[in-house]
């Protein structure tokens, strides 16, 4: 790596603005001949000669549509097997909360059976076709996490806190584990955003604000994913690809507006938000996924410079670039159904998701008429296909026949809880102590608090439905979205239970301490953004019930479930402890593990600044700074 102290971001940044860097500023698309930045980092996977001829032979065989076809990838609810087939479509998706039956707790054996249809479509040669094996897409980015029963694990934010590189790893090889059940072969993760406002609502997608971290860990989980590129177990069939994403500066937006401008000098984009980049490359990720944002005002899908000449050329990537979500038409002049600029920017394949037909079309037209060159169209189909050759789509035969198809007792593993419930351990962080922790389990205990027993609060968004919620009624997930999960009480009831005592859970109980469970309610993309950092604690029940324990002088443990760091100052100062628990899943276990007894510390550092609440000007100070813990900070626990 070119650059490893960031302390000096800002000084170079400096620099560059007085001297060639307005150049930089006024525009992406200019040559930055001068911008030594970006690494070179070859994949450790060599070009295979025989796959490339084998490619070759495809691209003298393919007609103009069997190309542009390869290049587009619909979603499932949009596309049947047959027009899949029919149209030569290289990919497809389900989006956040889209599932093969229209209920999530349909049977499970739905994905295999869809799986098994678009595969089968897509091999068929009826009608002069060709066989060339579909590649289904899903966001599995805290585990399988579409799938009702599935291993759910903290998202980002919380193992970012963790920071265990090895844990890292078997939460990807459990993930590809999960998702190779369901035939699926490709996630969506890691996300490599390096956050940098915590309005931004997919913060806790990010696992820190610090670039070194989120490299380390996301190069981790991808070996886990995708396996190691020198051991055998690479892209296996107990493996998916995997994607590393948005590239590039999504979390640097302005203000944290989601898919915003990020507005930065050339080599604090690297510094900060290309770090992911280098890592995974490195590590042999096979796909990239383009970023909604802007940079420097020009939106990252239209960007030439961006996607071939750095990602492709300079940093020697040569797997394929995926769009996002209809992300090709926020270029200037395009629309969900057509955006050359894209193709000739370099996205490789479209996430089109309903309008993919007449993309199709629309594409094709534009390479006739000479908008698009043949070139640009060969160079993203064999990017496509070099991949589904090294993940063995083409040799891996039926996606029922592949090792852990079907295996319906994977999903949800006891071997799989128990890697997501040690990150959970390791995940939370102690932000005050007076003493009270570790609760003795034989104490009277009251566990309340909205988000005590509610498990959609503690998985958040990207759970089994896209928001976390009813997209229409706004109701967050029901209950039966998350089988076999354990709130944050059942862990509590059952741990105290086995000290021979009982959880009470009326708050007007007579008891030696209370937890009060709270926090922001389940959001994803777009909907998470918030205008200011403050949590509103005056409209809150649960700090009003804080204000009754201390009333009634009955100790305060309070554990916050959020996707990101709030201005909560009334909340901490009222509790007796007060503990960062982020998004955990479904081993709310995990909580109780640490917060009784000794067993566990809290190991877990804070990802990212936590703020104090807003004074009256609106500012709000850094309370607690990344990587605080109290407990290891004060010295109370190794
Ligand atoms: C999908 C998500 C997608 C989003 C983008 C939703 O309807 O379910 O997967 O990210 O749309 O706008
Ligand atoms: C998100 C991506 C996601 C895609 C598919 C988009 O809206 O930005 O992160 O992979 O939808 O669901």
Partial sequence: MKRNCLLTTGLKAVLATGLGGLLVLSGPQGSNAEA???????????????????????????SLEQKVGQMIQAEIKSISPDDAAKYHIGSVLNGGGSWPTDDANGPLGAWMSMASLFYGASMDTGDGRL?????????????????????????????????????????????????????????????????????????????????????????????????????????SQQKVIATTKHFIGDGGTIDG?????????????????????????????????????????????GSQYLLTDVLKGKMGFDGFVVGDWNGHAQVEGCSNSSCPQAVNAGVDLFMVPEDWKAFLSNTVSQVKLGEIPISRIDDAVRRILRVKYRAGMFDHGKPVEHQLAGRASLIGHADHRAVARQAVRESLVLL??????????????????????????QSGGWTVTWQGRDLESRIINPRKYYQGHTSILDGMREAVKTAGGKVKTDPKAKADVAVVVFGEEPYAEFDGDIASTDFDLKASKD?????????????????????????????????????????PGSEGAGVADVILGDKYSFKGRLPFDWPASTDEGGNAKTRYARGYNAAINIGSEP
């Fill in 257 to 301: 507006d989601d898919q915003g401008n990020t507005v930065l000098p050339e080599d604090e984009l690297f510094d900060i938000h290309g770090q992911g980049y280098v890592q995974t490359i490195g590590a042999g990720v096979q796909t990239v996924m383009a970023s909604f944002n802007s940079w420097n005002g020009d939106k990252v899908h």
């Fill in 543 to 583: 700090f009003a019930l804080i204000q009754d324990f201390k009333a009634r002088n009955i100790p305060v443990v309070t554990v916050f479930l959020s996707g990101r760091p709030r201005g909560v100052d009334a909340a901490i100062d009222a509790s007796d402890a007060f503990i960062a628990a982020w998004l």
């Fill in 36 to 62: 030594k930045t970006w690494p070179s980092v070859r994949s450790p996977i060599e070009k295979d000669p025989i796959i490339e001829a084998k490619i070759d032979d495809w691209l003298s065989k393919m």
């Fill in 131 to 235: 066989a060339i094996p579909v590649m289904w897409g899903t966001d599995a980015v805290h585990g399988h996490n579409n799938v009702v029963g599935a291993t759910v694990f903290p998202h980002n934010i919380g193992l970012g806190a963790a920071n265990n590189p090895g844990l890292m790893r078997d939460i990807g090889t459990v993930t590809a584990r999960e998702v190779a059940v369901t035939g699926i072969d490709w996630t969506f993760a890691p996300t490599v955003a390096v956050a940098q406002d915590i309005r931004w609502g997919r913060t806790y997608e990010s696992y820190s604000s610090d670039p070194k971290i989120v490299a380390n860990l996301s190069k981790e989980i991808l070996l886990g994913l995708q396996g190691h590129p020198a051991l055998d177990n690479f892209l």
């Fill in 432 to 457: 005050e102590n007076n003493g009270i922790l570790p609760l003795n389990p034989k104490d009277k205990i009251i566990v309340t608090g909205s988000g005590a027993d509610n498990l959609a609060f």
